[in-house]
């Protein structure tokens, strides 16, 4: 039976932002893949051997491993998100939407880049616009990174019963300095972009592509989720979906009901809460 989430204020008080210090994670940075396999290991047949040796719990509600989103989920960066595409497209000639930030969650990179300069008119190339943004959010979390409270107790927590994938919308660079940041960089056995596949959410293409190197079947995975086109997406890799809804940018109902267990917050993210999952 789905869980059903507090009324959207109580939710609200609990996303009061953890502001970590300024961090050398967070400056500077450069792209680099967060794929750990073991030393030798190329492909998905020995990342599965891999990940068995290291004992994912099967026996307890079916869930062999959970795939975290970042944005939203354990860094409240949406509203900078937010924040910085309004300027680049108010600083060059485009106009702001209303149902603009609700289209970009999730898209990625080069989608997200494309819709400011195609679609509201910005007079920059998409890979100008994307560099931009791209730095004005780095200096952003170099300032003050928004960890949502609990974020790196409830992934601990996954991680001492579960190996933990990262299926995010955000830049390689901004979660390789993020997880950095937050000491959390060695916690995720793969943590990717949808930089690296296709089609951003809602398509499928960033949780299987996360499942697969993780070497686990999508069935088994639980997805932890924000946004209406994460939830779409998690949902149609075929992953049991966990809901945990931002306050200020609520998922759409349609989406919401995709969700096999709906949060309040990352304190209610336990293992037996998720373990509990059919």
Not at 10 to 34: K, N, Q, V
């Amino acid at each position: 039976m789905r869980r059903r989430m507090r009324d959207p204020q109580e939710a609200d008080e609990g996303r009061d932002e953890h502001i970590l210090a300024p961090s050398a994670a967070l400056t500077g940075i450069r792209p680099r893949r967060r794929i750990r396999p073991p030393i030798g290991c190329v492909s998905v047949s020995c990342l599965r051997t891999s990940v068995a040796e290291t004992g994912p719990v099967s026996d307890i509600g079916g869930v062999e491993a959970v795939v975290f989103d970042l944005d939203g989920v354990l860094v409240d960066s949406e509203p900078l998100w937010e924040q910085v595409r309004r300027q680049v497209v108010a600083e060059h000639g485009g106009r702001w939407t209303a149902d603009a930030q609700s289209r970009l969650m999730g898209m990625s990179t080069p989608e997200w880049s494309r819709y400011l300069s195609d679609g509201l008119g910005v007079d920059l190339p998409p890979d100008d616009v994307a560099a931009l943004v791209i730095d004005r959010m780095g200096a952003r979390y170099a300032d003050r990174l928004p960890l949502i409270p609990g974020a790196v107790e409830a992934v601990r927590a996954m991680a001492a019963r579960w190996p933990l994938g990262l299926a995010s919308s955000s830049p390689q660079a901004l979660i390789d300095g993020v997880l950095d940041a937050a000491a959390l960089g060695d916690v995720f056995t793969v943590a990717l972009s949808t930089e690296g596949v296709a089609r951003g959410k809602p398509a499928p293409d960033i949780y299987l592509t996360v499942a697969e190197r993780l070497g686990m079947d999508p069935a088994r995975c639980a997805a932890v989720e924000d946004s209406s086109n994460g939830l779409r997406s998690a949902a149609s890799a075929g992953m049991r979906v966990i809901a945990i809804p931002h306050p200020r940018y609520p998922p759409d109902p349609d989406a919401l009901a995709l969700a096999g267990l709906v949060l309040p917050g990352l304190d209610s993210l336990t293992p037996a809460a998720v373990a509990a999952m059919r």
